[in-house]
Nanobody, 121 residues
Framework: VQLQASGGGLVQAGGSLSLACVAS????????MGWYRQFPGEQRELVAS???????SYADSVKGRSTISRDNAKNTVYLRMNNLKPEDTAVYYC????????????????WGQGTQVTVSS
């Protein structure tokens, strides 16, 4: 199973950015999907997550400025971030819980490769 993230880049403060992450490979079913970010020298922190049933949660720091969504048919999770701030600058990683054996709901955690988001002031 591989997760391929895209959409990072350089944006001015106040701007918007959309990230996408596609899961591919031997996928039976995907449970939770989400986005994390990592600041230099710190651990990854949750930005937003969405369950297979559509239950969503956001970190307080991005709540009201971000929208997470997923397309189950495409095994893809999206993150739209608005009103970006310099403190949003980080490497963003997508994450998914994937079961790979038909009929067996045993999930393993997979990570994307990370995409840099830089917000200039």
């Amino acid at each position: 199973v591989q997760l391929q993230a895209s959409g990072g880049g350089l944006v001015q403060a106040g701007g918007s950015l959309s990230l996408a992450c596609v899961a591919s490979g031997r996928i039976y079913i995907i449970s939770d999907m989400g986005w994390y970010r990592q600041f230099p020298g710190e651990q990854r922190e949750l930005v937003a997550s969405i369950t297979s049933g559509g239950t969503i949660s956001y970190a307080d720091s991005v709540k009201g400025r971000s929208t997470i969504s997923r397309d189950n048919a495409k095994n893809t999770v999206y993150l739209r971030m608005n009103n970006l701030k310099p403190e949003d600058t980080a490497v963003y990683y997508c994450n998914a819980g994937v079961a790979t054996t038909p009929g067996v709901r045993s999930y393993r955690n997979y990570w994307g490769q990370g995409t840099q988001v830089t917000v200039s002031s």
